[in-house]
């Protein structure tokens, strides 16, 4: 009765009661494969230490400490390295008793259907509560199981008073009104305490929320405003340096200069003359960056050279260098490029490579259509670029209609490699898959749309799961690496291989990875030919075996 005038009163979490089933400490390092894993309950996934991205379905998200994400039983996860430290998480799974009808059932639907709206409070609390349920999970008697979950019901109390708190839900909106507060206000005197004081968070709070939200500290952040105003200023301006500095809010003309340095690279003076003979342009990690105006020794360091080479850019000795390999930095030194642009997130190395030459973050990983705007518009080959792109959009039709003579509609394909020795996985939005996945294309399987969808460039996967993301048609990239290849042939004798209904009707092929697997632009200039004659080939053949 007490349920049903709880329910009343518009209350939800008291329909139910939490039992704890499991808890578990796990340590990844960073070499360490990580599978998707399956939720046969409900689950509490809490980052303790560490770095890295959360992948659920459809949705990915920051899967740094202190973070806590709710899942329910049948959804699956799968959790990638940020960096090379070990990521420390807590796993717990608990049942969910629905109690509100007279008869209780296992309740298997999302109790928390906002998934993020447990982060964003101090984690000392929940930390602190985690270790006590942890040293005391190994119960012998039913005496300690009791214990166990009476202290796991303080987890739920406090959990429940996290989301069901209605500062949770403005806590980002707030944090939002300070960036822009900094946006308008850059040229007053701004604090931590200030900002944290209009978001009304604690100030430590505040910085870390902030750091997640925007990658900045506060007040680098108002900083890296400061500089980005001043840089407008000394384009338009010829005001002495301690009037620029005012206005943009540095009091001391010292200071201003020396961030200006550390952020740029370049003494305020020295950007003013600069910006003369050389192009302002900005990459793709947002880092501004001032480039010759006609680059004449560029090194590339990644895979997706083709897209400067189409638009008639060449490359310092026509080759690109593996953007994953340790830097030979004398090597680099003796080449004296004049730009290097550099495929990868890894701020570390991208401030090596800036020391020797102007340097641009590269992202092979958007659409072609944006890298190759992106290439036009550093070079001043916007035109260049526009054509290109219309004339393989024409090219791009014409195949799939050709193609199309030799697929049923709405057939789906899927992309495998082995790749980093014996790992298996399954392509995303890069290389020959994003090709495939076109709009006139073939059509993903649902747990490979969940990857897309996501945003995921491929997905690591378990060759027992294979069934699961196999389309009508598969594509096998076939590696160079040795273990890899051997991995790759082992697969393609198993029985779970043999029982996939592409392997059964004949629609597997076997493909070189270097040759079919890089993302380019002058890869996929080659594709439109090579794709209809692979496929309308094939149709062919299994034309003549079914007569």
């Not at 799974?93 to 296992?106: A, C, K, M, N, R």
């Not at 050389?278 to 560029?298: A, E, F, Y």
């Not at 004398?330 to 890894?346: C, G, K, Q, W, Y």
Request: glycine fraction near 6%; proline fraction near 4%; hydrophobic fraction near 35%.
């Amino acid at each position: 009765m007490q349920a049903l005038n709880a329910d009343a009163r518009g209350l939800y979490f008291s329909a139910f009661m939490f039992r704890l089933d499991h808890l578990e400490q796990r340590i990844e390092q960073p070499e360490q494969v990580m599978l998707e894993v399956a939720c046969d309950k409900h689950t509490f996934l809490i980052c303790e230490e560490g770095e890295g991205r959360l992948y659920i379905g459809y949705e990915q998200f920051p899967f740094t400490t202190g973070c806590v994400y709710p899942l329910s039983p049948s959804e699956g996860y799968q959790i990638e390295h940020g960096n090379r430290m070990e990521l420390k998480y807590m796993v717990i799974s608990f049942d969910v008793i629905h109690v509100l009808t007279g008869d209780p059932e296992q309740y298997t639907r999302p109790v928390f259907e906002h998934r993020n709206q447990l982060n964003g409070y101090p984690y000392a609390p929940l930390s602190g509560l985690l270790e006590q349920l942890y040293a005391i999970r190994d119960y012998q008697t039913d005496a300690e199981y009791s214990h166990l979950n009476a202290q796991f019901q303080r987890w739920m109390e406090m959990i429940i008073t996290r989301y069901t708190s209605p500062k949770t839900e403005q806590m980002e909106s707030r944090l939002h009104s300070t960036i822009q507060y900094v946006e308008d206000h850059y040229a007053e005197e701004i604090t931590v305490t200030k900002l944290a004081r209009l978001a009304d968070i604690r100030p430590v709070q505040y910085t870390n929320l902030f750091r997640q939200l925007t990658g900045h500290r506060p007040l680098d952040y108002v900083n890296h405003v400061r500089i980005k105003h001043a840089k407008d200023w000394l384009r338009k301006s010829d005001e002495p340096l301690r009037d620029i500095a005012t206005r943009v809010g540095f009091k001391d003309e010292y200071y201003f200069s020396r961030r200006f340095r550390q952020m740029t690279g370049l003494s305020p003076r020295q950007y003013d003359r600069s910006i003369q003979q050389q192009t302002l342009v900005q990459d793709w990690l947002g880092h501004d960056v001032n480039i010759p105006s006609q680059p004449k020794r560029i090194m590339f360091y990644g895979d997706s050279g083709g897209d400067l080479q189409v638009l008639g850019i060449g490359l310092l000795g026509d080759q690109a260098y593996d953007a994953v390999a340790p830097v030979n930095v004398e090597e680099a030194v003796r080449m004296r490029p004049d730009l290097i642009i550099f495929d990868s997130t890894n701020e570390q190395q991208y401030e090596q490579f800036s020391r020797i030459a102007p340097t641009l973050a590269y992202n092979s990983h958007a659409t072609l259509e944006d890298r190759i705007c992106r290439v036009g518009s550093w070079f001043g080959k916007q035109s260049e670029a526009e054509k290109w792109l219309s004339s393989y959009q024409q090219r791009m039709e014409k195949m799939w209609m050709k193609i199309h003579a030799s697929i049923e509609p709405g057939e789906t394909v899927s992309v495998f490699t082995y790749h980093r020795g014996a790992r298996l996985f399954v392509m995303g939005n890069i290389g020959l898959a994003s090709l495939l996945y076109h709009p006139m294309g073939f059509r993903p399987v649902t747990k490979v749309k969940e990857a897309l969808v996501a945003g995921r460039a491929y997905k690591e996967i378990s060759s027992e799961a294979i069934r699961q993301y196999a389309g009508d048609h598969i594509f096998v990239l076939l590696p160079e690496d040795v273990i890899a290849m051997q991995a790759t042939e082992k697969l393609m004798q198993s029985p779970n291989w043999r029982a996939l209904t592409a392997v059964q009707k004949g629609q597997v092929y076997e493909v070189e990875e270097t040759t079919w697997n890089l993302g380019d632009a002058l890869t996929s200039n080659r594709l439109l030919t090579l794709l209809p004659e692979l496929l309308c080939r094939s149709s062919e053949r299994k034309q003549v075996a079914d007569v």
